[in-house]
């Protein structure tokens, strides 16, 4: 009888905190992405490609065309 | 604890099936409070699931025998180590492992993108939560770990009389999987099964929720590389299992359970490349979705594979009851799930095509962008070749009854030439350029990779031409074998020069930019660039891996002689002198000491000179003492391993007979995987900005 008793007490506690949000009111759910991730995404990926350009595996012209997709990118 | 564990998985259950209701909501009505409570389901089952795994472990630690899963694979006398490794010792246990890990992750995942990728959660989480249904569904209607046990009559044994519960005694975990790699291997494969499930679901996600923007994919690609790594540690690891435990010299069979999770591991090395050009050039969209939908699918395979009992294997969790009915067999319960995530992210795809297509053309086809190209279609094949290899013999049977398997000489002969092919890619890939793949830009780094890939190359073939008449007569029963030797060996130079090549030009240029000085400049490159130059270390330990393989698999002896103590006798360069057969008391009531062990001393000499003392040994288990376990002694040094075996003993008149085997270069597989391991981790850090 208790662990039927203590299983029962645990099932309803998870649904009430599982189900609590729903009687909140209502939000939509926030779209924009965080700038500050995307900035700093690009800052890296542009960064690891300056290290090639160091390499001389990238041509100069060829890193600013991927800089500007990257911004482009970023910004879609 | 089985009634804890019962209910707890039950409410579980109850959980995720609201939660993906929860999270389908939420993605229709983008409405935060369904999200909210989807996301509360997956931490209320996560919560659950380890309740479950408690109680199962307690039952263990206590020989709680009354639940059959404990009885099965558990005994009083068992170490408690391997009481806790029983967890994952059966099926039942295995799956509740599996979906306790699963849910753990998935909590970790909702938490870590809560802020960054919020927008794409609802569909996420759906999907994570209809994986958790799925394992849950399985835990509780077919494959509960908490099941009680029953006798004969029908009676379940909770019901006897202390006096008589007091007596029952349980069998004991495989005595095979009393190994403490045993107890590793299959928690570091499970990371990487189940960790690929985050990336598979962030990329429905993101098509789902119409995500075109690609850096989202960093924290999926974060979770793919941890995946990825526990999965290649977890499989070397059982290679070294194998090596260790099962006595036949070697650490991969092509068993079709080592080829299930090998599988995903070439899909997943796949998606981490092409990842990055998706990254950085928007390309390989499609290819991206494709690997990770492949890799998780391929992972669910696996798991299928193994529990189906579809397949003999030493891996393999046994057959089922003839009589169950179709609809509830194990195998198609997963047959069905891994068909319901193909459909969901076919649809998907379709869906979706337009945010699949990068709208860039590939400039050039030597260029870094194709060379990944290349690597991706190579390592495709090669998982169309293991997966053929794998389910060809399945449907063999299936249509004709006739037992067919496939063993080394299906696989090597079509692996061998595509795994060069990558180790080549691998090498020229590393100094390919951005965009263009001119001859020019190609010359300046290929002359010290190809000088040192060619003398490597000339040494070797010279090595065999003058090595005497035995050598050359190798050399000659089997040509085809030494050409992919020198050729892994020339490519293998080549790849680790270009490597070497590649660091020292990093480190000489942080210096003369002034951005570090010595001995500072020689971490630069991990520091300023930990995914390009952890991903080196990687590649330098698959060349180790691949020397390990082709020497070791080229040049292992094998040698077998009956022994008495005083003999000594001569395994190829080792000489071996038997001091003595040693046993403990072979009558001793294996149930109060778990095990009894015979065991040859053997004092082992290269020329004149005393190199190891060694006592391989035979392993009586209480579980199983009719097949005693190897476990074999090893001399292991960087070009050689020198590993004996007690193939047969008779402790009257102390004869042995004694197995050998000398093994080259096995030592580089474990080195490489070090390599692969520090590599890996190096690449998870996050990169320093400057």
Known sequence: MAPLLATLVLAVAAFVWVLRPLFEEAQAIPQERAAGLLADAVTRSVQELETDLRLQKIEPADLDMIQEHLKRESAS | MGTIGTYALFIALALALWGAVAAFVAYRTNDLRYLRSAVRSIHGITALSLLAVAALWIALLKNDFTIKYVWEYSRSSQPIIYKLSALWGGMNGSILFWCALLAVFCSLAVVLNRTNNLRLLPFTSFVLLLTLLFFLVLLNFKTSPFEPLMDSEGLAVKAYAPEMLARIEGNGLNPLLQNVYMAIHPPMLYQGYVGFAIPFAFILGALAHRERNTFWMRSARNWAMYSWL???????????????????????????????????????????????????????????????????????????????????????????????????????????????????????????????????????????????????????????????????????????????????????????????????????????????????GYRRHLLFPSLAGGSALAVSIAAFLYGGAASRADFASRPLTYAYLFACIALSFFVAAILVEEYIRSVKTSVAHGRATMPRALLSPFRDNPRRYGGYLVHLGMVCLFLGVAFSGTFQKEYQETMRPGDAVRFGPYTVRMAGLNHDDLNADLTKVNEARVWADLHVFKGDRFVAHLRPQRVFYAANPQQPTYEVAIHSRLMNDFYTLLAGFDPKDGTAVIGAFVNPMVAWLWLGGLLVLIGGTTALVPMRRY
């Not at chain 2, 699918?297 to 179709?326: K, M, N």
């Not at chain 2, 053309?361 to 794998?390: C, D, H, K, P, Q």
């Not at chain 2, 299936?398 to 496939?406: D, L």
């Open chain 2, 230 to 440: 526990t999965l290649g540690i977890g499989i070397l690891l059982g290679g070294y299992w194998a090596y260790i435990e099962l006595g036949w010299g070697g650490y991969w069979a092509w068993d079709p359970v080592e080829n299930a999770s090998f599988l995903p591991w070439v899909t997943g090395t796949a998606f981490l490349h092409s990842f990055l050009m998706q990254e950085k050039r928007g390309i390989y969209r499609f290819w991206n979705v494709f690997f990770i939908m492949a890799t998780f699918l391929l992972c669910i395979y696996g798991t299928f594979l193994t529990r189906s009992g579809i397949l003999q294997s030493v891996h393999a969790f046994g057959q089922e009851d003839p009589t169950i009915p179709w609809y509830f067999k194990i195998g198609n319960i997963f047959i069905a799930f891994m068909l319901g995530m193909l459909a969901l992210g076919v649809v998907l795809i379709l869906r979706r095509q337009g945010l699949l297509k990068s709208g860039q053309r590939l400039e050039s086809a030597g260029s870094r962008e194709s060379l990944f190209l290349y690597g991706n279609l190579l390592l495709g094949l090669m998982t169309l070749i293991v997966l053929f290899g794998v389910t060809s013999p399945i449907f063999v049977r299936m249509v004709t009854g006739k037992e067919v398997s496939h063993g080394p000489e299906f696989y090597n002969p079509r692996i061998l030439p595509v795994a060069l092919a990558i180790l080549l890619v691998m090498g020229i890939a590393s100094i390919a350029p951005w965009r263009r793949g001119g001859w020019a």
